[in-house]
């Protein structure tokens, strides 16, 4: 298997659409169109794997095309370890990834064993099969620098300046939603190719290779009040300190390399080409050369802090990294999720997505015209789909993403399922989510820094969440750890269903919809969240919550 791409139409090649739904989005994952490195099983962010290896997925394929309707396949870091007689409406696929027990959660313990062969990382969405490619990630880029713009600038980012480094699957949403809030940014990549791919996709509009044109640029358009995002050749150390130095102030600062996994952060003073080769002649090395690129960089955003920038870690652990090497920031630079965030969260509202199996545009494109006739008097999501629409082109799989709360989800999920039962969608539809969500993620230095009941490193709630949706029949439910902010930080969970226009799907979407997202509700609740405990105790809330 050299190319993968996703089976698409009404053609089964599974015994049921609830393992062909499963089939499909794995296949869809390593599309070359959306993965990163398809031939070594990574769909993004520098390690996130679907698989072990090749046999495994292999196996895994096979498996799902032979698995029966009351069966269950369990796979442990991405690799398949068996099959269990189950029911009908249990879970067609159960998943665990890269959990470590906690004296050993570390980066040098999970290498050690990956080396073995005993386990893979798999970031978020690659490891539960549910990655869409850029526009997966996209809403929440644009809901956080949304906030951003009502927190700190009225409302909209027009003639604000925004710098920002990382091009990758992550950070490439980042030029589409600051432009699409009518901003400027400026994005430093250290690769290239990755510039000259996201300038070929209209992700960014324009590539530069100094500092001086990048300037120039972004004065230009700040004065014509114009939105541009400009590509920005280098490393985002040596970017941001010269910008500092030649006293260019942005508006805000941030930053999505991959710093939290030191094998994929390209330290200063060597391309990307050359990483690689170094990181196994020269361990050491490249260790010193990371650390010393990585207080450069941190010191450089509090600089631009102290300065007036708004600047905040968006969700990569820099930060810690940087404390890691000799310099804490984290009682000067807050992270997205909980400064912007985290009020999205009381209200069980997250990033809802849904994928058509037909592989055809126009399913999404109708369950587009019923959101906005659902939820026409949302204004965010009146504007994010008018957005996405005009903006982003599908790749892989035709997907959507927007950020739903508990009632909307099971609603329009039910919808969907109703669509495909009466053929107004060519074939069933793929439910799923980001793992960035209320009751998903426990990660003490993005989801849950600083809660009011210093709960921050309470793990129970993503574990919780993943058998909730089992106990709901969702199609298939993981528990995994990691995440953006790498091993040891972060326990999350994921979950996808298959809406097929079955009656039985119908269940397992209003159950599993609702809890999903409910659960959410109740743990801001718990942690003493007014807004939180108000929903609780709403007549749409239909959980009943003890305490």
């Not at 207080?295 to 930060?319: C, L, Q, T």
């Amino acid at each position: 298997m050299s190319v993968i791409k996703s089976p698409t139409g009404k053609n089964l090649h599974c015994k049921s659409w609830q393992q062909e739904g499963l089939l499909r989005l794995l296949l869809n994952c390593l599309d070359p169109d959306i993965a990163k490195k398809p031939k070594d099983l990574i769909a993004y962010g520098g390690r996130g794997k679907v698989a072990r290896n090749w046999e495994c997925l292999e196996t895994i394929i096979g498996t799902l095309k032979n698995l029966e309707n009351d069966e269950t396949l369990l796979i442990q870091s991405g690799k398949p370890v068996g099959v269990f007689k189950t029911f009908d409406f249990s879970p067609r696929v159960v998943m665990a990834g890269a959990l470590l027990v906690p004296k050993w959660a570390t980066w040098e313990t999970f290498y050690e064993l990956e080396k073995k062969g005993l386990t893979s990382y798999g970031q978020s969405t690659a490891g539960s099969w549910a990655f869409i490619g850029t526009q997966g990630i996209l809403q929440g880029t644009w809901e956080t620098f949304l906030q951003v713009a009502l927190k700190h600038f009225n409302g909209c980012l027009r003639k604000k300046i925004v710098l920002t480094s990382g091009l990758g699957e992550m950070g490439s949403a980042q030029p589409l939603a600051i432009t699409g809030l009518k901003g400027i940014a400026i994005i430093a990549e250290v690769d290239k190719n990755v510039i000259k791919k996201r300038l070929l996709s209209n992700v960014i509009d324009i590539m530069v290779f100094s500092v001086e044109d990048a300037i120039d640029i972004a004065v230009e358009y700040k004065e014509r009040g114009e939105p541009i995002s400009i590509g920005l050749l280098g490393n985002a150390a040596d970017i941001y300190e010269k910008l500092f130095e030649m006293g260019f102030i942005p508006d805000v600062v941030t930053d999505q390399t991959p710093a939290h996994d030191r094998k994929s952060y390209i330290p200063s003073g060597i391309l990307p080409e050359e990483a690689s080769s170094l990181r196994e002649t020269d361990p050491l090395k490249y260790e010193e050369m990371f650390r010393n690129t990585i207080i450069r960089h941190v010191k450089a955003m509090v600089e631009f802090k102290d300065k007036g920038s708004v600047v905040f870690e968006y969700g990569n652990n820099i930060r810690e990294q940087g404390k890691i090497s000799g310099i804490d920031a984290f009682n000067i630079i807050p992270n997205f999720a909980s400064e912007y965030i985290r009020p999205l969260f009381f209200e069980g509202r997250g990033p809802f997505r849904w994928v058509a199996l037909s592989g055809d545009p126009e399913d999404i494109y109708r369950t587009d015209e019923v959101l906005l006739t659902l939820f026409k008097n949302d204004r965010k999501i009146v504007d994010w789909i008018d957005f996405v629409e005009k903006r982003f082109s599908f790749h892989g799989l035709p997907s959507r993403v927007c950020w739903l709360n508990f009632y909307e989800r099971a609603l329009f999920g039910k919808i969907i399922n109703e669509m495909v039962k009466s053929g107004e969608l060519k074939a069933p539809v793929a439910i799923t989510r980001d793992h960035m969500d209320a009751a998903s993620m426990a990660s003490p230095y993005r989801e849950t820094e600083n809660m009011k009941d210093g709960s921050d490193a309470i793990a129970d709630w993503p574990v919780l969440n993943a058998m909730l949706n089992a106990g709901c029949g969702a199609t298939l439910v993981g528990v995994f750890q990691g995440g953006g902010v790498g091993i040891g930080y972060s326990i999350h969970s994921g979950m996808t269903i298959i809406a097929d226009g079955s009656k039985e799907a119908d269940f397992r979407l209003e159950r599993a919809l609702q809890a999903d997202a409910q659960l959410g509700v109740i743990r801001y609740a718990d942690a003493g969240y007014d807004k939180a405990k108000e929903i609780v105790k709403s007549t749409l809330f239909t959980a009943k919550v003890i305490s």
